[in-house]
């Protein structure tokens, strides 16, 4: 941490910073410049924080220096993480594979979820993705199928073998949602949502944490660090979208979050190319730009019918988009040093 | 509604749109252009976003032209509303007059508290702030006082006559919260907790609804309307800044949400400039601004002891700051014809 | 400024960095951490950034700790400016004053001019403003009078007494612009015409410098020293919104860009309410924020027809709203401490 | 064009929206529902916008639902267009290929601009960047070396046989800038300088425009269409990063802009990985996300010594990263169907 002092600060005031910095064990270096002194502190930084050192009088401003979070960061964990999903069917997400994940943004029914569940497959998703509980910005539109929902994803897990992740909203569903479900997806209208991220991290089962959609990149790691620390380590990233004033995409992908986040934290981080475009025309060339960029995976809306979806129907890709995924995936990871997790699943 | 077709499409799928719109019951009035053609929907909004216009073959675009809240809207409900704080005594937020709350960002003991709500008082507050949930975007940071911050405010409502308002995190705790305090605040991370907004909804207490960080004006009067559809329509709005590119301040304070709600919600809003500066010199200024604006209220960081306090001290007001403070939300106020609150308190 | 190694950095790395930094004259002192080391910088900042801190091994990140900006810093000029805008009358824009400028987007023809300045100065103004070239985003749209709008202008100055600014949009238009009004305004598309700034700082008039839409306050003290150090320190600021993700106003005005400047820099800052809001509606309850927040006056569209203005009718005010307009300029600067700048004109 | 009516709004003020549209030769659609009257309008959308509708009294908001832009939209030109850059030897820039740019942000030397023409060769450029005329932010910063700069890159140019393209920053400079460079760029800052668009659209060389850090694609595209309208269809389209809320990356990448320009627009569109990211770790990454998304080529910073460059050392490429770079460039486009543009040059 370094402590800049304002221009007008005394000597009593700089002392007063040092001595309070010394009272909770750290070192403080003064360096007095013409104009401005600043002091580095070196110790401890959450003690620090309890001093609340921009309070100080003569203080002028107080700039970090160090990553705040320390579970997720790649400082004492170099290598990156793989998470596996699943029971008896376990899929990897990490740095030697590509994972795709499809399924229907809505559970609606049980034909439904099996139909796209089989469309995902053959595209060549391993891993299932459905909403039971769907968070909506209106009151008056489908709110997901709830219970019943998690009983179809359970069963058509069951029947096509690949494993399931679903979203849970509220702390007080996490262990009926953990019940069902292979991994628990934490939307991002709860990034911030600290009771269902401790939930979440104590229940046993991966997570999949979506960025807030405007959430820096180290508020998103600090989500996750919430996460680890009751336990659970086996947290994979979501990077779908962030707020702009750009309209002519639902959300703006931050394609750089992928290196970015990668030599920072040691946790698998994959791209949603459906919520952060908005738009199924652009499923294709986003999922292509997320392998190549280096993403551990991608994670698609697929539905068999989108013109009667009950949810975000104009994002679901189908036909030649699917075609063209599928064929992404397969011959792009290759070229960039992955291979296929579907080629790496443990049964 | 207003569905815009492509270029290209085809008579046959503007026919099917048509036919689409009438199987629920509405009307469709085509205009065909030199380049485009326009169906002008007419009929039951809700039904309209279950047939997935936009998934259609052929549309290009489909615009919303009316406001999505009903309960919260001006439209059918064209005064603005009053919600009343309190138990024994009772404090008015609504258009007549200019409600001042204050008090401690977090509470952090019985004494902290009863000197930042004396000095609160003194200076012309009448409704008391006060966290004991405090959501932290790190999870070594302090989380408040929990049950203990609850019973120290009740208590110091009893002692100074003052109600309490105070921030739920979890729809766990809303029982409890609503058990010791007159008003419950969801916070900006919150916003967006759907779950919580119903249990808050539910609970009969007036609620503080805060602004996303990142929410749009519209997105916070469907959360309003979250809480009004559960039978609860005693929601005060706060403005609290927004997340811009700007540094230097932490949040960009939009002044402008006060007159853009009060044209379409009837709902009372108030202005946070403590936690949209982020700086303890802008307070009186933003405060100046929020009275001028037309804003029903300010929200106001106070602590007797900024230098220790844990949590957001250095926007913190005391002192000249604090008269100036006073001395604003006196002057003002009938300047642009309204009352202090404090002159229509019932006891 | 402070130099951040990180944690793998060498003892040479870091005796690399002194050395350059010695090599320029400055002095480095070095605070070594646990995880990581500081150093921080004491000298010459400009002689600093030709050193490409950034670039050297080891080196992680560079925190810069003291404005970049100088000539328009209060830092050495710690009384707030007056810029006197007129030639035979003069009109202050400045600490003690509050300064109504009003007028149409742009000028249209004589009778149009001559009209809505004769509204404006009915409502208390005592500058005129009018566009001659208008910066528009498509090149269909009205691009302006040019020299016939800036003849109507002079002359509508002339018969009214108003003196006039008006906005320049090319470096090969400064000098008839400077020719025919008292005051040259760079509009906010142009903030960043560095070529443009130093041609309006050489031509010896006062400068109305708008903030540009993306523009962080720092950007723009810097466009302010691109034309103070073309010798001209009579430069006005004006806040006149940002562009964010909320979409109910056409920008978001940054109400608390108005202390956050006074606090750094001697500058004069006005605010413009009528581009901020894009709406009618929200001019008088923005113009009285300015007021409140401690702006040194307002510039303001009006337009004596708005139904047939050719340029932003939508904003221009009038009837009801001009008057009461007119009295929130009257009434509220006198509460915040000062007087209408119409009672400090000079002839 | 649609018009949405208020709810109070009176058939009179309905009939006069009617007449207004009728009397500059366009047809209304009036669709009268329940709480809202719609009309949609035909006609020349031109003529419209002199209406001035939004400020008809009983006008809520008036939607546009066709394109701004005309002559570099791709509704009456659907193939995607090539552009030839260069003079003896021509490289293309368009669907087939994909076009490797690269060279120093600013020309230094002789020395300097040939050893980085070299190492941007050997990697597989086939155009040479560098800037001469530098907009910088601080008017204390190198600003280029201006004319002597234009001399060294024509001098490069003509020993290495690669085509220059360079910044020209004010309108004054067109003509010697076209008269040294095959290639003129229009940087961010002047992305809305329209007096520079339409004095580049007359010169008779290919544009560069890269996007305004804060334009949206629509506004970008009206940019385009400035410099068309002038005669020049010769524009290439540069996106760069646009401004947002993450602090990790100088801006954020917006790799949707990519498919959404090729969408609607038949000009072609590179991506700069080094100034959208200000990092040189990403530089590599971000640029395999170009290729795979569909981008007509990457423009890239390179520098034989970055610790010692003038300008943005900290994102200059070499070595290693250089060398993967090179890699991805050769490797990828073949898989995404493009050919190398080095293998189309025509000499």
């Known amino acids: 941490m370094v402590v800049v002092m304002s221009p007008?600060?005394?000597?009593?005031?700089?002392?007063?910073v040092v001595?309070?910095?010394e009272s909770v064990g750290g070192e403080a270096f003064v360096s007095k410049g013409v104009v401005r002194t600043i002091i580095g502190l070196v110790g401890d930084i959450d003690s620090f924080h309890g001093l609340n050192l921009r309070s100080l009088p003569g203080v002028a401003d107080v700039h970090?220096?160090?990553?705040?979070?320390?579970?997720?960061s790649r400082q004492h964990h170099p290598d990156r993480s793989t998470v596996w999903v699943g029971g008896r069917t376990k899929v990897p997400i990490g740095p030697d594979t590509f994972t795709f994940i499809a399924g229907p943004c809505a559970v609606e029914s049980a034909q439904q979820t099996l139909e796209a569940a089989e469309m995902a497959r053959a595209a060549g998703a391993t891993v299932l993705r459905g909403g039971a509980f769907k968070p909506r910005t209106s009151p008056y539109a489908f709110q997901g199928l709830g219970l019943k929902g998690l009983e179809i994803l359970a069963s058509v897990s069951e029947s096509t073998g690949m494993?399931?992740?679903?979203?849970?909203?509220?702390?007080?569903?996490?262990?009926?949602?953990?019940?069902?479900?292979?991994?628990?997806?934490?939307?991002?209208r709860n990034m911030a949502n600290f009771g269902l991220l401790q939930a979440v991290g104590?229940?046993?089962?991966?997570?999949?944490?979506?960025?807030?959609?405007?959430?820096t990149i180290e508020e998103w790691l600090m989500a996750a660090e919430y996460i680890a620390q009751r336990g659970n380590l086996d947290v994979v990233l979501c990077e779908r979208g962030i707020r702009t004033f750009e309209e002519s995409t639902r959300n703006t992908l931050d394609i750089s979050a992928v290196p970015v986040v990668q030599a920072t934290s040691h946790l698998p981080i994959i791209v949603d190319p459906s919520h952060a475009g908005g738009r199924r025309d652009l499923v294709v060339p986003l999922s292509r730009a997320a392998v190549a960029v280096g993403a551990d995976g991608v994670i698609v809306d697929v539905h068999p019918d989108p013109e009667n979806a009950l949810c975000d129907g104009p994002q679901a890709v189908l036909g030649n988009d699917l075609r063209a995924l599928a064929q992404s995936v397969r011959q792009l990871p290759p070229v960039v040093g992955r291979v296929a997790a579907a080629e790496r699943v443990r049964r």
């Open 64 to 72: 970090r220096i160090s990553d705040p979070y320390k579970l997720v």
């Open 202 to 215: 104590e229940v046993g089962k991966p997570v999949l944490l979506k960025r807030g959609m405007t959430a």
């Open 8 to 16: 007008e600060a005394t000597d009593a005031e700089i002392a007063h």
């Open 163 to 188: 494993p399931v992740v679903t979203e849970v909203v509220d702390a007080r569903d996490v262990t009926v949602v953990a019940e069902h479900a292979d991994m628990l997806q934490v939307g991002t």
């Open 19 to 21: 001595e309070r910095v």
